[in-house]
């Protein structure tokens, strides 16, 4: 029963953050105090908490660090991404270069 107290406690805050649309910076902040207060509580053997600690800090630092993580992450999704997808059409592009459509928008809007 206390695992799934935990699980629950743990979930409802993972669900309020995104709620309030946390910083990365804010959940890496909560992630860390949750880890504290796990190894403050249950008292783990110092293996797992040092596993869980290293593995932590390694997705912290490659997360958070923005050049980091476009390096590593972020450029080789764009290239599996940029497979995937078709190619633009040319209406597509035509669409997208138009620009706005901020008069169309107030005309139909009634306020013009």
């Known amino acids: 029963m206390n695992t799934l107290t935990w699980i629950l406690a743990g979930l409802g805050v993972a ?3 995104a709620y309030f649309r946390a910083s990365l910076l804010i959940w890496t902040a909560v992630v860390a105090l949750a ?7 249950c008292e783990p053997a110092t293996t797992p908490l040092f596993t869980v600690l ?3 800090s390694v997705f912290a630092l490659l ?3 923005t050049p980091l993580r476009r390096l590593l ?3 080789s999704l764009l290239q599996v991404f ?3 997808m078709p190619p633009m059409s040319d209406t597509e592009r035509e669409a ?6 901020w008069w169309e928008a107030e005309l139909f809007s009634g306020s013009p």
Do not use: D, K, P, Y
């Open 15 to 17: 669900w309020m953050l």
């Open 35 to 41: 880890i504290s207060v796990w190894g403050r509580v």
């Open 54 to 56: 290293g593995v932590f």
């Open 63 to 65: 997360l958070n660090f």
């Open 73 to 75: 992450i972020s450029a």
């Open 82 to 84: 940029r497979r995937i």
């Open 96 to 101: 997208l270069e138009a620009g706005t459509v």
